[in-house]
């Protein structure tokens, strides 16, 4: 009929779910609802402070087994990747290896970490080029990419060295976290709040 607008159905699933033998299951469900593709995701390494590529290596191999096996029944298979920035992606008490966010009065967003440290960077590419290698033809990043609003220790961020010297580069000026809060977060519009939000917004 023309006009009629075709909707493409896409379904998220656990790549790890908690029995092995459901896969078949899903596969009628979905065949059923006519899916076109699913999203495959995994915690990775939520909350284990363990940040090296084994696991990813694992999850890419599991990756490319139901890519096989979903096949054969015409659905696409695409890999949703979260968390980014992290959810808390530490054990309790477990020691950073990134720069994690750091709030108006100097408190740290545990696990959540900073996207101008290069180390985090250059961890969350590789993971990315590991998964990439599965041969899966589409990823989907996990959109939580904020730097504020990380309650309670970070309504507003971030104020770590990383972005204190990022600011200093672009603006001259030679501030302290809290004479930039003063100026940010208080007052009327001024140039410090203007550079400050342009270094966040480009972070």
């Known amino acids: 009929m023309a006009g009629t607008r075709h909707c493409r159905t896409y379904v998220p699933l656990c790549l790890e779910p908690l029995a092995d033998n459901c896969w078949e299951e899903y596969a009628e469900a979905l065949t059923k609802m006519g899916a076109e593709r699913v999203f ?4 990775a390494l939520r909350n284990n402070g363990n940040f090296n590529a084994d696991k990813f290596e694992e999850l890419a191999a599991k990756l490319a087994d139901r890519m096989e096996f979903f096949r054969p029944y015409g659905i696409k298979v695409g890999y949703w990747m979260a968390p980014t920035l992290g959810w808390g992606m530490l054990s309790r008490g477990g020691e950073s290896p990134y720069q994690q966010l750091v ?3 100097g408190k740290v967003a545990e ?3 900073c996207p101008l440290d290069k180390g985090f960077e250059e961890y969350f590419c590789s993971t990315m080029q590991i998964i990439a290698k599965s041969g899966v033809d589409l990823i989907m990043l996990e959109d939580d990419y904020r730097l504020h609003l990380r ?13 204190l010297e990022k600011f200093r580069q ?6 302290t976290r809290e004479e930039i809060v003063r100026q940010v977060l208080y007052g009327k519009p ?12 480009q972070s």
Request: net charge negative; hydrophobic share 35%.
């Open 40 to 43: 495959l995701s995994a915690p």
């Open 151 to 163: 309650e309670p220790d970070v309504p507003f961020g971030c104020f770590c060295p990383l972005h």
């Open 170 to 175: 672009r603006s001259g000026l030679e501030l």
């Open 111 to 113: 696990g959540i970490f």
């Open 103 to 105: 709030g108006p009065d």
């Open 190 to 201: 001024n140039k410090v709040r203007e550079l400050w939000l342009k270094t966040i917004g």
